[in-house]
Each structure stands twice: as C-alpha cells, then as structure tokens.
C-alpha cells in the first residue's frame, strides 16, 4: 500500500507517456535512501534521497544491453547532491535476484576546491576538484514481484585524478524499483 501511494503519481505519468508513443520510453522508476559518505571518517555523515529512471534498451535482445539511465541524489542535510545520467547493465542470476553495474557522469553542487580547514587539520567538507565527475554504482536486487524489486546500492562520484582535489564520494543505501 504504502509503494503504492508513493510510486503512483510517477509510474502513471512515466507510464501514460509510454502509451502515448505506443512504445516503452521508462522501463522503471527507483526510489530509495542513501547514506552519505561511508568513508571510515565521514566528512559529510548525513541521508540523501535517491530518484531514477531507467529508459527501455533499444536492444533488449542482447544480453548484458545497456540501458540509459537519469537520476538525482538529494541530500537532506545541505551536503552534495547530485544529477547524474549514464547507462546501466543488468545480469540476472535467477527469476528473483539480479546485479545492476551503471557507468555515467554526475554534475554536483559540492565544493571544487578544499578552503575551509577545522582543528586537527581536517577538511570541514569534501572537495571533488571539477564541476562534473564520474559516477558508477553496483546494485544486488531481489524481485519482490513483476512490478517490484528491493536493492541495496553503493554508489561513488570522483573525477579519477583529473582535477586538482579529489576527496570522491561513496554513499550506500536502500531503493524501491517500480517496473512498468
């Protein structure tokens, strides 16, 4: 009942404009809550909401095809969000469990640059160096039903050492797939 109530008004518009081209555009929509930065020394300890949408592969035949992916990470604490966008693959081990590998890029609204230094020499937050960094997750999921699937994922944004500073970010959490 309750993912009902909270999927309802995105899965009918996503699905309606489905309908409406006579084509699948969404395969499904992800809804779920991550912890910010697990690092064993957190810089930015606090709870971000997680949304996306997984548009149907063009080559849905094939396995292992990638899927194109748009999301965002809110965080709920005034530390990094995030808009991303990217491809994901998905490779099923049964009917019920499968693993999810997205690959993309995530425009944030963190620091750039590390300026402001507390007691002990610690960074009072992290610094991702350039406006635009990588971003990849590995998800583990377990279908609840056609429509449902239960995921824990770990996520990490970083420029891989192409700009000056390059603290990276690793969040891991919990998230709710509608399937269409």
């Not at 810089?43 to 035949?61: P, Q, Y």
Request: with cysteine; net charge negative.
């Amino acid at each position: 009942m309750a993912l009902t109530i909270i999927f309802q008004p995105f899965s009918s518009a996503l699905a309606q404009s489905s309908q409406d081209n006579s084509q699948n555009i969404a395969d499904s929509f992800t809804f779920g809550v991550m912890q910010q930065d697990v690092e064993s020394d957190p810089i930015e300890d606090s709870i971000s909401i997680n949304v996306e949408v997984l548009f149907a592969a063009k080559l849905d035949k094939i396995p292992w095809s990638p899927q194109p992916v748009i999301g965002a990470t809110i965080n709920t604490d005034n530390d990094t969000s995030q808009f991303y966008g990217g491809m994901a693959w998905q490779y099923n081990f049964s009917d019920r469990f499968y693993t999810e590998i997205f690959f993309g890029a995530a425009f944030h609204d963190g620091e750039e640059d590390p300026d402001t230094v507390l007691a002990g020499g610690r960074e009072a937050h992290r610094a991702y160096g350039c406006p635009l960094n990588f971003r990849e997750s590995l998800s583990l999921g377990w279908r609840l039903s056609t429509n449902y699937s239960l995921m824990t994922t770990v996520t990490h944004m970083s420029n891989a050492g192409l700009c000056a500073a390059n603290n990276g970010l690793t969040n891991a959490g919990i998230r709710v797939r509608r399937t269409f």
